[in-house]
């Protein structure tokens, strides 16, 4: 029977096992975005994952809305991830970056006063961005004009360049979370004319664009793709979701990307409904869930054929052996929401391994 322990064949990579780690922003990147043996010590220490996939990392320089998140924008920062792949892959591992556009989720406070932009003139409602000078209200978004999108498409395809000549085995678009790309998809958000707006034809056309770019660079079996289809973080909702969703997965089909990486709800429970079903009675390739499954909850799901995989946020988080946890039923450490963005190696790679075994190994 088809388990996570089954190996898969995502895009053109073997993995060892469907117990992938999911993209974990912890805001431990040095000045200027880099990224450092931290970092590198902490995906290493994960490694024995199927896959990871590394944490929403800046495409375009100026765009921070973490302030100690890391970038891909240049070749030092493509040397500095070079510190976390050579980790990872001695460690028998297997990684992919997330590349990201935060969009109106920036902040000026956090960019030299550079304005944010965005889909639509449309702040974020209901929270605060923290900044060096404390938390304060978001900005309403520079709106994008047309002429200014191939620019970031461009910015885009030179991450993904950046990213290969760091040693990543591929990269992950990032589509979800209210950010840039699920700004222009989503309605709520995306109340432009024109090529880009009112249609969700037009509204796709953004991450399309990035799509066929990224994939230029690296070849589709080295892509994915990370959607939000329910989830209201960020301030962002949409009409139809559901419908959102399997028209999304159907487009995807086209693109014969390494996997389609699924969020299968809302952090806040505003938008409800089963997105997974849709997308699987639809898309044709490689498809990982997230957003809060147990082990057996995966079992099931991937025996099934509902999923070929599953993302683990949090538990992987706490569990650099994570894997190895699961499978002789070993208790898992809890993790720390304290920890999960403050500096230095506290809450970030002290979590211990069961003490019946180092992680096995990623090979």
Not at 55 to 60: D, K, L, P, Y
Not at 101 to 122: F, I, Q, Y
Not at 138 to 162: C, K, N, Q, W
Not at 346 to 362: A, F, I, K, L
Request: charged share 20%; proline share 7%.
């Amino acid at each position: 029977m088809t388990d996570i322990f089954t190996p898969l064949r995502v895009g053109a990579l073997d993995t060892p096992n469907r117990i992938f780690m999911a993209p974990l922003t912890r805001c431990r990147a040095g000045g200027e975005h880099m990224a450092n043996a931290m970092m590198a010590e902490y995906y290493a220490q994960r490694a024995s994952a199927g896959l990871l996939i590394a944490e929403a990392t800046m495409a375009i320089a100026g765009h921070s809305a973490f302030a100690t998140e890391p970038g891909i924008y240049s070749a030092a920062h493509a040397a500095g991830w070079k510190l976390v792949t050579d980790a990872v892959h001695a460690a028998g591992g297997r990684i992919f970056l997330q590349i990201w556009h935060g969009g109106r989720a920036c902040h000026p406070a956090l960019n030299g006063g550079r304005e944010p932009v965005g889909a639509s003139a449309l702040a974020i409602r209901g929270d605060e961005v923290h900044t060096p000078t404390g938390k304060q209200p978001y900005t309403v978004p520079r709106v994008l004009a047309d002429d200014e999108i191939p620019g970031i498409v461009a910015g885009f395809r030179s991450a993904a360049e950046h990213a290969r000549s760091a040693g990543f085995d591929g990269v992950e678009v990032h589509g979800a979370n209210g950010y840039l790309l699920d700004q222009f998809l989503r309605d709520g958000t995306n109340k432009r004319s024109g090529a880009y707006g009112g249609p969700l034809e037009n509204r796709a056309r953004l991450l399309f664009e990035v799509i066929e770019a990224v994939c230029q660079v690296w070849g589709s079996e080295r892509v994915g793709l990370r959607i939000s289809p329910l989830n209201s973080y960020n301030d962002i909702i949409d009409s139809d979701p559901v419908g959102l969703a399997g028209w999304l997965a159907g487009r995807l089909n086209d693109f014969k990307l390494a996997y389609l990486h699924l969020m299968r709800g809302d952090f806040f429970g505003l938008q409800k409904g089963d997105v997974v079903t849709p997308v699987r009675s639809v898309y044709q390739g490689v498809l990982i869930g997230n957003m809060g499954y147990t082990a057996d909850e995966a079992n099931r799901a991937i025996a099934d054929g509902t999923l070929d995989a599953v993302a683990f946020g949090s538990a992987f988080l706490a569990n650099p052996d994570l894997p190895a946890r699961i499978r002789v039923g070993a208790p898992l450490n809890a993790p720390n929401p304290a920890s999960f963005y403050t500096p230095g190696p506290e809450g970030y790679t002290d979590y211990p391994v069961w003490p019946g075994g180092e992680p096995q190994s990623g090979r």
